[in-house]
């Protein structure tokens, strides 16, 4: 199993999870006959559409170092 901080910087890991996801995701829509197009339908009458937006916009870091200093960034501009 990998540590947190080779999670992090390890892109294949990245990617692996990126597949597994995918799969599933496919997977359960296919078993419930429902297609990305009805999917999206289904929160556009629901009024949640706007939810898929924030669902794949996760920043990949590279390092520690871009963590640490988006916080700081995020700190600052609170004050």
Do not use: W
């Amino acid at each position: 199993m990998l540590d947190p901080m080779e999670i992090l910087t390890n892109a294949r890991f990245e990617d692996v999870v990126q597949r597994d996801l995918s799969k599933r995701e496919r997977k359960l829509r296919r078993k419930m006959k429902i297609s990305l197009r009805s999917l999206l339908r289904i929160a556009f009458v629901l009024g949640c559409l706007d939810d898929f937006d924030q669902v794949f916009t996760r920043k990949h870091y590279r390092t520690i170092q871009e963590v640490i200093d988006e916080q700081d960034e995020d700190a600052a501009s609170i004050l």
